[in-house]
């Protein structure tokens, strides 16, 4: 590696551990630019997976420098991307913006993760206190104007922030000292705050309107993990088709309406891409074991993570177009 490309990589990955240390990065960010940047560069934190899988996507790959694994969760329409990565000291929140990766420690917090970015720069995520459970959750915004707030789902003991619309409104979910039984999906906006009845549930995402919103939970009766789709308030449970072992979730939603998720069948884990109402797509990255697709945005690009020798990466797929 040649010093130019040494200096490149220290300058892109840089920790904030304080909420002012972001404002650099996100400053000037007041809303989508015309023409998301491109990710084609000779960092060695991108490796091209070769061409496009049946003329839909283009994979790229997305690592931290030195993480010992990588998950993308969320990207807005502008291309910014956020997710978690663990290193040797433990599990931290990113985003990468205009080719630079920053790190996002919640301050105090002994993990933290970002889990959803809005067209402005927000981020919502979250973190868990040193010495508490695994199972305690809480969770964060982080705005483009580089401070943290704690968002807390009133009377419960745990938040998942998971997406945050154009209007500031938070999707994700609550549950209390467990993290299955009592977990409800909700909406947090100006409005108040409301969940869904679902039981297990997790809202993932909605269009801007929230006329759509998804998810997943579990159903009561055969045990099984589901996504779900509510359109205009109705609540309807869906599989993926052919999936041998009956898991299906689903995890973000365009702005035009297209679902993206993660299902199971007998080899393994894939993610999906669903338009219309019976109309699904694999997603599969080249190589991979298993693939698993988390975020879209009104591009219909997909940002998710894959296992290839037993490390798990992140990665864009961009449609072709």
């Known amino acids: 590696m040649h010093d130019r490309t040494q ?19 996100l400053a000037g960010c007041a809303g989508d630019g015309p023409t998301p940047p491109r990710l084609e560069t000779d960092a060695p934190w991108l490796e091209r997976k070769g061409p496009p899988v ?6 790229t790959t997305v690592e931290v420098p030195g993480a010992l694994s990588t998950i993308a ?9 956020v997710g978690t990565y663990r290193d040797a000291t433990g599990f931290h929140g990113y985003v990468l913006r205009d080719g630079e990766f920053v790190t996002i420690d919640y301050p105090g917090a002994a993990i933290t993760e970002a889990r959803g970015i809005g067209p402005s720069g927000d981020i919502v995520g979250s973190y868990r206190r040193p010495g508490e459970p695994a199972v305690n959750v809480h969770g964060f915004v982080l705005t483009r104007h580089g401070e943290f707030v704690a968002v807390d789902y009133p009377g419960h003991t745990n938040t998942i922030p998971q997406r945050i619309l154009p209007d ?15 977990m409800r999906g909700i909406v947090m906006d100006r409005t108040g705050d409301r969940e869904i009845d679902a039981f297990a549930s997790m809202n993932n995402g909605a269009t801007p309107s929230q006329q ?5 939970h579990t159903d009561m009766m055969s045990g099984r993990t589901e996504g779900y789709v509510i359109d205009d308030g109705v609540f309807t449970p869906f599989i993926v088709p052919g999936s041998t072992v009956t898991m299906t979730a689903a995890w973000d939603v365009s702005p035009a309406g297209d679902i993206v998720g993660v299902y199971r069948d007998a080899a393994g884990f894939h993610g999906f891409l669903r338009r219309g109402v019976d109309h699904y797509a694999p997603i599969d990255v080249p190589g991979a074991t298993a693939t698993r697709a988390f975020g879209i945005n009104s591009r219909g690009d997909v940002v998710g993570s894959y296992v290839s020798n037993g490390k798990t990466y992140a990665f864009l797929a961009e449609q072709q177009r």
């Open 7 to 25: 200096c490149l990589l220290r300058s892109r990955f840089a920790r904030v551990n304080a909420a002012g240390l972001l404002l650099t990065l």
């Open 54 to 59: 049946d003329g839909a996507f283009r994979f």
């Open 73 to 81: 969760w969320g990207i807005n329409s502008r291309g910014d991307i």
């Open 168 to 182: 500031g409104t938070i999707l994700g979910c609550r549950h209390d000292n467990d993290m299955m039984a009592s």
């Open 212 to 216: 759509r919103v998804v998810g997943l």
